[in-house]
């Protein structure tokens, strides 16, 4: 008798797994919300909806399709595109990278922003948005159209990078110019497989770079009043500007502000200030900013990755120099475990 009811038992847990397997396989989309910029404001806990549609919208000089949500608060109105995961993963990938780079780079940008997307869709679960499509997390332009970043996001389809069994926070940015920065210096928290490594980076469009801003709109971005010295303080391990020292003239006399370097760039504009690896110096009326690489420098180079590919290194090459004690599993797998663990007696 106790087999009976054991085999009933099994059969019943094999059938709860597989509708919970098909569910999961029907629902495996992503909620992105169109965002342009990172400064914009993102919807607040008590957004409406006010429509939904499904088919093709037309935003920003670009297309998007799939199920599309229109939400309104105080601060206006939201768009969200709900979509399948991996055709937003091409999606990304298309946005993030040049056309015609070397297929092992399109595949380490496809596991690494499939991972990224993977990472904040299970934080952000019950929100109604998962992630935006502005450098806030990762670019996202609409529909891929190029069939090389299509086989390079199905050759390595469901592969997430993980630590200790979990998605991994995989950083990445454009060029490094030299070593990849410690995520602490940036965002004041560290993770075990994010260190700094040699870039590899070749005759990238960002290996020097020169601004000129005029000292009257570097202290309108920051609200002060007339500046008359800036300089830098003090540097990260990597060699980029950390903190920066501006005398400025108050109402009662001079003032001075010290300010993260990652603040001014943000301030800024991060297209305006492409790295926060800069010297700098005073000219008059102006400050000009000489430095190299793009982005905040943390993680996988994109322009790295380009030059490993093309000296012969696969994607796992690349992702293990770049994410160093990280593993590569399928995210299927991960959500198959998720689920056993959550079946009750």
């Not at 595949?107 to 992630?131: E, G």
């Not at 000219?283 to 000489?290: A, R, S």
Request: hydrophobic share 35%; with cysteine.
């Amino acid at each position: 008798m106790i087999f009976y009811y054991l085999r009933h038992i099994v059969i019943a847990l094999v059938t709860l797994i597989i509708v919970l397997s098909q569910a999961v396989a029907a629902e495996d989309t992503i909620k992105v919300l169109m965002h342009g910029s990172p400064n914009d404001p993102l919807p607040s806990p008590d957004a409406s909806k006010i429509d939904s549609l499904n088919g093709e919208l037309f935003i920003n000089g670009q297309f998007y399709y799939g199920s599309i949500e229109v939400l309104k608060d105080n601060n206006g109105l939201y768009v969200i595109n709900n979509l399948p995961f991996e055709e937003y993963v091409e999606g990304v990938v298309s946005a993030e990278i040049g056309r015609e780079w070397e297929n092992e780079a399109l595949k380490a940008q496809a596991v690494i922003s499939r991972t990224y997307a993977a990472f904040y869709r299970s934080n952000n679960s019950s929100n109604s948005f998962h992630i935006t499509s502005s450098t806030l997390h990762q670019l996202y332009k609409g529909k891929n159209e190029d069939p090389l970043i299509t086989d390079a996001v199905k050759a390595t389809a469901g592969e997430i990078l993980t630590y200790q069994n979990m998605p991994i926070r995989s950083f990445f940015h454009s060029t490094c110019g030299g070593k990849t920065e410690y995520p602490e210096e940036v965002w004041k928290e560290s993770f075990p497989y994010l260190t700094s490594v040699d870039c590899y980076g070749r005759n990238t469009p960002y290996d020097n770079w020169q601004k000129t801003f005029s000292l009257k709109s570097v202290a309108s971005a920051l609200g002060t009043g007339t500046i008359k010295e800036i300089s830098i303080s003090s540097y990260t391990a990597t060699g980029r500007a950390k903190t920066l020292t501006i005398t400025w003239k108050g109402t009662s006399g001079d003032a001075i502000t010290e300010i993260k370097a990652t603040e001014l760039r943000r301030l800024l504009g991060y297209r305006e200030l492409p790295s926060t690896h800069f010297s700098l110096a005073r000219t008059g009326p102006n400050v000009v900013f000489t430095g190299k690489g793009y982005g905040h420098g943390v993680g996988l180079s994109q322009w790295g990755a380009l030059e490993m590919a093309r000296q012969g290194k696969n994607y796992r090459d690349i992702l293990s120099h770049y994410y160093p004690g990280t593993t590569l599993k399928n995210s299927g797998q991960l959500s198959y475990r998720d689920m056993a663990f959550k079946i009750t007696p």
